[in-house]
């Protein structure tokens, strides 16, 4: 996560803090990292790694300094989201990240975490295991995608091989939407093409998938996508779903089944779709 877009509260305590010193890097938290609907972040110095976290309603962030407590942690991966199991100030937390973070994720591990560095996972609290008081998670071995994180480590549900380019499955995904009221308007034709820039080849290919496949096949087709792929075509079929000024109920039912049947967090969708729905409100202006 770029540090720039971190709430100013946080940037102004991290100044307070350490002056102008610049983060190793930043994770953003699904939620608090209390496990609550809210927001949180993982702020990585040289030296030391700092947990920032507020619940929804609340207004100011928690801040709590991982210290030593963070050597023994594990990092895990359960479907779309990575979890750091840890301890922090004697309580035990299971911090939930988006896939999307593995890069500053591995950063922290590799810094903080010997386990991560070597490979050992059984160093710490691993998965299937449990902190001293914590509920146990009725796993007596770790699933397959459960591994450790490092560096060099790129984690990815395995549901085979690509099949179709991700270009062309944008470019497909965003034509079912638009074709849902049976009636691709003219904006939303020139949004596909030029969100593509124009690329006749992978316009070719996609409007052949198309025709070609149904939607049924176009969500098989999209799981082995990574999570910021799945994002960036959900955000992009909201964005042509109102192109015409209206957001039907097709088009609704087609990107809902596109968020449960590839298991986006329903955060991400809410906040992608509020976002687009301003973007988009220009009566206002």
């Known amino acids: 996560m ?20 610049i983060p190793i890097t930043v994770a953003r938290t699904s939620g608090s990292i209390e496990g ?10 040289d030296d030391k790694l700092l947990f920032f976290s507020r619940k929804t309603g609340e207004n100011e962030f928690s801040v709590r300094d991982a ?3 963070i ?5 895990r991966r ?10 922090l100030g004697g309580k035990g937390y299971n911090i939930r990240f988006s896939s999307s973070e593995q890069e500053d994720i591995a950063k922290i591990a590799d810094k903080f975490i010997p386990a991560a560095k070597t490979g050992n996972a059984g160093a710490g609290a691993g998965a299937g295991e449990t902190h001293p008081n914590e509920t146990p998670r009725n796993q007596e071995t770790p699933p397959p995608e459960d591994r450790v994180y490092s560096a060099d480590t790129r ?10 380019a991700p270009a062309v499955l944008l470019a497909a995904g965003m034509m079912f939407i638009a074709k849902s009221d049976d009636n691709i308007a003219k904006e939303e034709d020139f949004y596909i093409t030029s969100l593509l820039n124009y690329d006749k ?11 070609m496949n149904d939607f049924d096949a176009f969500l098989r087709d999209s799981r082995p996508l990574d999570e910021a792929q799945r994002l960036c075509i959900l955000a992009n079929m909201i964005e042509i779903a109102m192109k015409d000024g209206k957001f039907t109920g097709a088009e ?13 967090d329903n955060s991400f969708f809410d906040t992608i779709k509020e976002v687009l729905l301003i973007k988009n409100k220009t009566s206002i202006l």
């Open 2 to 21: 770029n540090i720039n877009f971190l709430p100013m509260k946080v940037k102004d305590e991290l100044k307070r803090r350490f002056a102008d010193k």
């Open 36 to 45: 609550d609907t809210g927001e949180g972040y993982a702020i990585a110095f």
């Open 67 to 69: 210290a030593g407590d």
């Open 71 to 75: 050597a023994s942690a594990k990092i």
């Open 78 to 87: 359960e479907g779309f989201n990575i979890f750091m199991d840890t301890r």
């Open 155 to 164: 984690i990815v549900e395995d549901h085979g091989p690509l099949r179709v």
């Open 201 to 211: 080849e992978i316009l070719r290919k996609a409007l052949e998938y198309f025709r």
């Open 252 to 264: 609704q039912k087609m990107i809902s089944r596109f968020v449960t049947e590839l298991g986006i």
